[in-house]
């Protein structure tokens, strides 16, 4: 079982950094297989795509978005108590972690990460 400690987080550069991971969901290979994607949404500030890595092999990954919520969206009964027109909110995107590393906790870390990221931003 990997614990935070043994994993390195560093942002999303090269697309070279996909090469030999393999991910068991469908709906993230074509992410996965076309990595300049991520580097595309990076370009265009749609996204910040973080990778995580064991002994310098990638091991998963994440991509964050920002984004906000509308007042004008929420529950009535929440609209008065928010005295701004909009709410800030992290999104999470693309999650996923290398097959060969199920079962060791890496979605747990990269959960972790996200949450503790989302707590710095709100600061």
């Known amino acids: 079982m990997l614990t935070a400690n043994d994993v390195t987080v560093s942002q999303f550069r ?7 991971f393999q991910c068991e969901k469908n ?12 580097e595309k949404q ?24 920002m984004s906000s919520l509308r007042r004008a969206t929420l529950p009535n009964e929440r609209k008065s108590e928010k005295p701004y027109g909009a709410v800030p909110s992290l999104l999470l995107g693309h999650m996923a972690r290398d097959s060969k590393y199920k079962g060791q906790g890496v979605g747990d870390i990269m959960m972790d990460y ?3 990221k989302a707590h710095e931003l709100g600061k």
């Open 14 to 20: 090269r697309s070279e950094e996909f090469g030999y």
């Open 27 to 38: 709906g993230y290979r074509e992410f996965l297989q076309n990595p300049e994607e991520a």
């Open 42 to 65: 990076f370009s265009e500030n749609l996204n910040v795509t973080y990778v995580f890595r064991h002994q310098g092999k990638m091991i998963g990954f994440v991509a964050l978005a």
């Open 114 to 116: 996200v949450l503790e």
